[in-house]
Nanobody, 115 residues
């Protein structure tokens, strides 16, 4: 059974940083597009950052320049460095891995940005 396990969430003040990590039990992790999505209360889940098997990254305007995604295929890991956090970044963050018709999700980790 495929598992994606997130870590690194928590409570921070506006302007501070957090680093999220996710490790997966996928075989051939390197061929998957992996990334992070988030869901705030009362809102739909939205993409935060993705990185393809070839290393191409994609960010929405809301996090461009503040968040950086990276992957370590040797460790089956994907990381999200979040800087200059804002209260509107508060959400549950989910790790994702997808390829063709297969997609997998982690259980989520809470990120709260509040003074």
């Amino acid at each position: 059974q495929v598992q994606l396990v997130e870590s690194g969430g928590g409570l921070v003040q506006p302007g501070e940083s957090l680093r999220l990590s996710c490790t997966g039990s996928l075989n051939d992790f390197s061929i998957y597009t992996v990334g992070w999505f988030r869901q705030a209360p009362g809102k739909q889940r939205e993409q935060v950052a993705t990185i393809s098997s070839g290393g191409r990254t994609n960010y929405p305007d809301s996090v461009e320049g503040r968040f950086t995604i990276s992957r370590d295929n040797a460790k089956n890991a994907v990381n999200l460095q979040m800087n200059s956090l804002k209260p509107e970044d508060t959400a549950v963050y989910y790790c994702y891995a997808g390829r063709m018709r297969s997609s997998y999700w982690g259980q989520g980790t809470q990120v709260t940005v509040s003074s």
